[in-house]
């Protein structure tokens, strides 16, 4: 008890000091914090993979090839980043609130982030599956929306992951392993 009173009295002195340390935010914050951070990071390690992939996918279709291949190609790959953004918002749900100011509101912003690239992605699914594979033409204006609406997708998703980069949890997040995977970014294939 008496321990627990020293750090109590060293806190209030600091603060009456004004240090610029935070001398006084417990240690106890920081580990907490990171091993929050850990745990994301250990799972989205998997799915931020799977994005990868699918956006490199996206970078080697042939733009000269049939449509139907084309199609395929774009379409599979809309659906894996579509079930990749859908699984980083069920994993920082189930993360629970980060530690720290603020940890309430950063997990909502994550999940709600996330939740919404994969509905954007499933989006972006429907359009190209829905492409005319018949008319060479048709098909070609029809993949240019389709590339025009992944671009703001893409924009959306790196505004995403910037909100996810903020603040102490972002920070923390920064330092693992799991989450320093670099995002690719591709354009669906437009003859």
């Known amino acids: 008890m008496k321990l627990n009173h020293r750090l109590a009295l060293s806190c209030a002195v600091a603060l009456l000091a004004l240090s610029p340390l935070s001398a006084c935010s417990s240690d106890d914050t920081g580990k907490k914090l990171d091993a929050w951070a850990k745990g994301v990071c250990d799972q989205t390690a998997a ?3 799977k994005i990868n992939d699918a956006n490199t996918s996206l970078t080697k279709v ?3 090839g049939k449509p139907e291949t084309v199609q395929a190609s774009d379409s599979a790959a809309f659906q894996q980043i579509s079930d990749a953004y859908k699984a980083l918002a069920g994993i920082y749900s189930q993360a629970g609130a980060a530690p720290g100011d603020g940890g309430a509101q950063f997990q909502q912003k994550a999940v709600t982030s996330f939740t919404t690239l994969s509905t ?3 989006g972006l699914k429907k359009q190209v599956d829905a492409l005319d594979t018949t ?3 048709k098909f ?3 993949l240019q929306g389709v590339s025009d ?3 703001q997708t ?3 998703g790196e505004q995403a992951l910037s909100s996810v980069r903020q603040g102490d949890q972002g920070k923390a997040l920064a330092k693992q392993p799991g989450c320093q995977s670099g995002s690719g970014s591709a354009s669906p294939t437009s003859s």
């Open 62 to 64: 042939d733009s000269g």
């Open 149 to 151: 609406s992944f671009k």
């Open 120 to 122: 954007q992605y499933a």
């Open 154 to 156: 893409s924009a959306d």
């Open 47 to 49: 799915q931020t993979k």
């Open 135 to 137: 008319d060479q033409n």
């Open 140 to 142: 070609a204006q029809g």
